[in-house]
């Protein structure tokens, strides 16, 4: 029916998933519903799953890193996408446990990679975090417990924060996220040029690594101004010292125009989807060290 296939996906393409209408709002009922539903995933099973999605060294073709997606495999609606169920996690005040239950899944993948040498110690690992979690006075002490449990060399993890998550809370995420850097993890700005006063957020805070909004990376190869914005960003991470990499990357064209400006890493479907761990082609991705 209608409702259903409102916020219900179906198992397509490279990508895994479709989303029926990203534009199509839910209403209360269905979002009670799925707030319902969502608190039961966290509790009972392996409903939520961490993808992964590999970026690349832009030089080499080397495998540099992996960001962890979330996805919500329901047993009766199936693949919900986080664009549908994010927002109801964030409302209903779900979303930290989604993160927390993210970062202990992909750490304990890590472990799991590190200890069969898939990866080696200098990968980096990236980690979507919600805003919501610079109100938890508990998220560093628990950070640091699940680097200690894990056993885990803490400069792989590198955590993603949105320009947009900065707006709300400005003192407390600097606090929160000075915290994290004397744990040793490394901190993204995800969707940089996408927010209102990126710039300032560079300022302020430290970042180790921008990530270039997809938005930019699109027509990077076709339009001028995208190409303008690249560069500029590019140089600007250069001079403050900081690693980066464009995410959206599906063409080769896009792939060729980005190493031509020197973009260090490169993610997007060009080179893979985000996939289960056990879907990994490993040797397809060593296939890209040229
Ligand atoms: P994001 O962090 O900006 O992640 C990039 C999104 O672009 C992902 O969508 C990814 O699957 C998609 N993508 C990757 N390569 C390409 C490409 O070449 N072309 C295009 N068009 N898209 C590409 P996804 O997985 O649906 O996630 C959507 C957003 O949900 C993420 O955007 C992030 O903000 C949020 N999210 C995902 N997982 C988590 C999580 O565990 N915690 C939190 N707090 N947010 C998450
Ligand atoms: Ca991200
Ligand atoms: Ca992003
Ligand atoms: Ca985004």
Same mark, same amino acid.
């Given at each position: 029916?209608?409702?259903? $296939?409102?916020?219900?996906?179906?198992?397509?393409?490279?990508?895994?998933?479709?989303?029926?209408?990203?534009? !199509?709002?839910?209403? #209360?009922?269905?979002?009670?519903?799925?707030?319902?539903?969502?608190?039961?995933?966290?509790?009972?099973?392996?409903? !939520?799953?961490?993808?992964?999605?590999?970026?690349?060294? $832009?030089? %080499?073709?080397?495998?540099?890193?992996?960001?962890?997606?979330?996805?919500? !495999?329901?047993?009766?609606?199936?693949?919900?996408?986080?664009?549908?169920?994010?927002?109801?996690?964030?409302?209903?005040?779900?979303?930290?446990?989604? *993160?927390?239950?993210?970062?202990?899944?992909?750490?304990?993948?890590?472990?799991?990679?590190?200890?069969?040498?898939?990866?080696?110690?200098?990968?980096? +690992?990236?980690?979507?975090?919600?805003?919501?979690?610079?109100? *938890?006075?508990?998220?560093?002490?628990?950070?640091?417990?699940?680097?200690?449990?894990?056993?885990?060399?803490?400069?792989? +993890?590198?955590?993603?924060?949105?320009? %947009?998550? +900065?707006? *709300?809370?400005?003192?407390?995420?600097?606090?929160?996220?000075?915290?994290?850097?004397?744990?040793?993890?490394?901190?993204?700005?995800?969707?940089?040029?996408?927010?209102?006063?990126?710039?300032?957020?560079?300022?302020?805070?430290?970042?180790?690594?921008?990530?270039?909004?997809?938005?930019?990376?699109? *027509?990077?190869?076709?339009?001028?101004?995208?190409?303008?914005?690249?560069?500029?960003?590019?140089?600007?991470?250069?001079?403050?010292?900081?690693?980066?990499?464009?995410?959206?990357?599906?063409?080769?064209? #896009?792939?060729?125009?980005?190493?031509?400006?020197?973009?260090?890493?490169?993610?997007?479907?060009?080179?893979?989807?985000?996939?289960?761990?056990?879907?990994?082609?490993?040797?397809?991705?060593?296939?890209?060290?040229?």
């Amino acid at each position: 029916d209608a409702d259903h $296939a409102m916020y219900c996906t179906k198992q397509q393409g490279r990508q895994g998933y479709t989303v029926f209408n990203h534009q !199509l709002r839910i209403n #209360q009922a269905d979002q009670l519903a799925l707030e319902s539903e969502l608190r039961r995933a966290l509790e009972v099973d392996d409903q !939520l799953q961490p993808y992964f999605q590999p970026f690349i060294d $832009a030089r %080499s073709g080397e495998l540099v890193g992996f960001e962890s997606l979330v996805r919500w !495999l329901h047993p009766v609606r199936g693949l919900i996408s986080p664009a549908l169920f994010l927002p109801v996690a964030e409302e209903s005040g779900l979303i930290t446990r989604v *993160d927390r239950y993210m970062i202990n899944a992909a750490c304990r993948q890590l472990r799991q990679w590190l200890d069969e040498n898939r990866v080696s110690r200098d990968i980096a +690992l990236h980690i979507n975090l919600s805003s919501a979690n610079f109100h *938890d006075p508990e998220l560093v002490s628990w950070m640091r417990g699940i680097i200690e449990a894990y056993q885990l060399p803490a400069a792989i +993890l590198h955590l993603e924060i949105t320009e %947009s998550a +900065l707006i *709300d809370v400005p003192e407390i995420a600097a606090t929160v996220m000075h915290a994290l850097h004397e744990l040793g993890v490394k901190l993204a700005l995800d969707d940089f040029g996408t927010g209102y006063s990126a710039l300032s957020y560079l300022h302020r805070y430290r970042f180790d690594v921008l990530k270039i909004d997809q938005s930019f990376v699109f *027509d990077v190869d076709r339009k001028e101004e995208s190409a303008a914005i690249v560069r500029a960003i590019l140089a600007l991470a250069q001079a403050l010292g900081l690693d980066v990499v464009a995410e959206g990357v599906e063409t080769a064209a #896009q792939l060729s125009r980005l190493q031509e400006m020197g973009c260090a890493k490169l993610q997007g479907y060009y080179f893979s989807a985000p996939m289960l761990a056990h879907a990994i082609d490993w040797e397809r991705l060593a296939r890209f060290v040229q």
